[in-house]
């Protein structure tokens, strides 16, 4: 069955440091991925995709991804966090032909000053 | 992109009782999906609504707890019926991109609190 591991539950960082939140997928095909981010008091919004291509793609707010499928991984990165990307993070892969999501458990992001 | 809202953005309830979650799209949608988001937890499908159809629930979800409708191509309900504290949750609607992009725009969901 397709899952996707958040293997960090809380992640804290210094503003202006760089960011990586792991993601591990399991799915027997290509797998179609993404990063949503949930900020207090606002809705899910999608962050950046990969379907095919190149491996490395950009997404909004700076951030960007990695799909390396010899590790099954699609790691968030960001090179200088800003205190407003405090968030929580979600990694997700589709299943079924597209018709249902399956969401990691999340990584809360704190930024400190 | 698709605008969702959704109705209404808070309740506090008391148990035993039903509340209906409104969620409407600002573009025809042939799936919308609810979610349900526990404290502190990530985002479980509960079912998936298509128009002119019963909905599809995902294990541990039954219609009798969470019947949904679907009259048209814009709008859907979540009935939350009997509730219990354990149903304190977030419910969040969402409908998936178009063009095979599979991406999900969600509502800005419906925090349930139930006493």
């Known amino acids: 069955a397709q899952s996707v591991t958040q293997p960090d539950i809380h992640i804290t960082v210094s503003e202006g440091a760089s960011l990586e939140l792991r993601c591990n997928y399991s799915?027997?095909?290509?797998?179609?991925l993404f990063w949503y981010v949930q900020s207090p008091g606002q809705g899910l919004q999608l962050l950046l995709k990969y379907f095919s291509g190149d491996t490395l793609v950009q997404g909004i707010k700076g951030f960007e991804a990695e799909f390396k499928r010899s590790q099954s991984s699609f790691n968030l990165r960001k090179p200088s966090v800003h205190w407003s990307d405090a968030a929580e993070y979600f990694c997700a892969v589709v299943r079924d032909g597209g018709f249902k999501t399956i969401f990691g458990a999340g990584t809360r992001l704190f930024v400190k000053a | 992109s698709a605008v969702i809202s959704q109705k209404p953005s808070r309740d506090i309830c008391q148990r035993g009782t039903s509340l209906t979650i409104q969620c409407q799209v600002d573009s025809q949608v042939t799936m919308m999906f609810w979610y349900r988001q526990q404290p502190g937890q990530s985002l479980t499908l509960i079912a998936t609504a298509n128009q002119g159809s019963e909905a599809t629930y995902e294990s541990g979800f039954v219609i009798d707890k969470f019947p949904i409708s679907r009259p048209n191509l814009t709008f859907s309900t979540l009935t939350v019926s009997n509730m219990s504290p354990e149903d304190s949750s977030i419910y969040l609607c969402?409908?998936?991109?178009?063009?095979?992009?599979?991406?999900?725009?969600f509502g800005p969901g419906t925090r349930l609190t139930v006493t």
């Open positions: 799915y027997g095909a290509t797998p179609y």
């Open positions: 969402s409908v998936s991109g178009t063009g095979g992009t599979y991406e999900q725009y």
